[in-house]
């Protein structure tokens, strides 16, 4: 069964610096997606980035970046400068065959 | 594109009764999910229909729940003889393609369920 584990359940980081959160997951496909998302308090959860695993290049959109560590299992989401409306949860993602799974959940707070 | 909608955004029932939740997909999208999120928690896979048939089912949908999409458009979620356990936000999802294959799934902004 495919497990994603966020490892942080809680950070905080002041405006505009960089901040990096990490998550593992565990399955035994060779293809799939990964996703970060983000939940902000309004609750609606959109998506930040995809990445897919059969490509080695990581994905970036505007400020966001993952590093994907296909071997290692690994998919972390760094956000550089980091703004006000960034403060949400934010969820890492896998899917395959139509379900996605979630992490718990890391709730980040960018701090004035 | 309205995006997706619940209806209602807010629930309070006492335990043991009835509760529906309604979600209106992006229209043409095919896929439409539904997902229970607990405070804390990230959210469960429940449910998913391909237009009006049901593919899956997860171990939470105990039978005190029930998933229909009867025209391939809009979905209800009923729960049954609601416990306290219930108590959760229901967020539905959809999507034009299976998510397997990297689409985008939009979620709605869910329906808090409390059961007092």
């Known amino acids: 069964a495919q497990t994603v584990t966020q490892s942080q359940p809680e950070m905080s980081v002041q405006e505009a610096e960089t901040v990096t959160l990490s998550c593992t997951y565990d399955?035994?496909?060779?293809?799939?997606?990964l996703f970060w998302y983000k939940q902000p308090p309004s609750r609606q959860m959109i998506l930040v980035i995809r990445q897919e695993a059969y490509k080695q290049q990581n994905a970036t959109e505007n400020r966001f970046s993952v590093n994907f560590q296909k071997a290692a299992k690994s998919f972390s989401l760094k956000i550089s400068d980091s703004q006000l409306g960034d403060t949400a949860m934010y969820f890492c993602?896998?899917?395959?065959?139509?379900?996605?799974?979630f992490g718990k959940g890391t709730r980040l707070h960018i701090l004035p | 594109d309205t995006g997706v909608s619940q209806d209602p955004r807010h629930k309070i029932t006492k335990r043991g009764q009835n509760v529906t939740f309604r979600c209106d997909p992006i229209s043409e999208h095919n896929r439409l999910y539904w997902y229970r999120q607990t405070l804390g928690q990230g959210p469960e896979f429940l449910t998913y229909f391909q237009n009006e048939a049901q593919l899956e089912k997860s171990r939470l949908l105990s039978d005190r729940f029930s998933a229909e999409r009867p025209k391939g458009s809009f979905s209800t979620l009923e729960i049954q003889r609601t416990e306290q356990g219930d108590s959760a936000m229901y967020l539905c999802?959809?999507?034009?393609?299976?998510?397997?294959?990297?689409?985008?799934?939009?979620f709605g902004e869910g329906s808090w369920l409390t059961v007092v």
């Open positions: 999802a959809s999507s034009f393609v299976q998510v397997s294959s990297g689409n985008t799934i939009y």
């Open positions: 993602a896998f899917a395959k065959d139509d379900k996605i799974i």
């Open positions: 399955t035994s496909e060779n293809n799939y997606y």
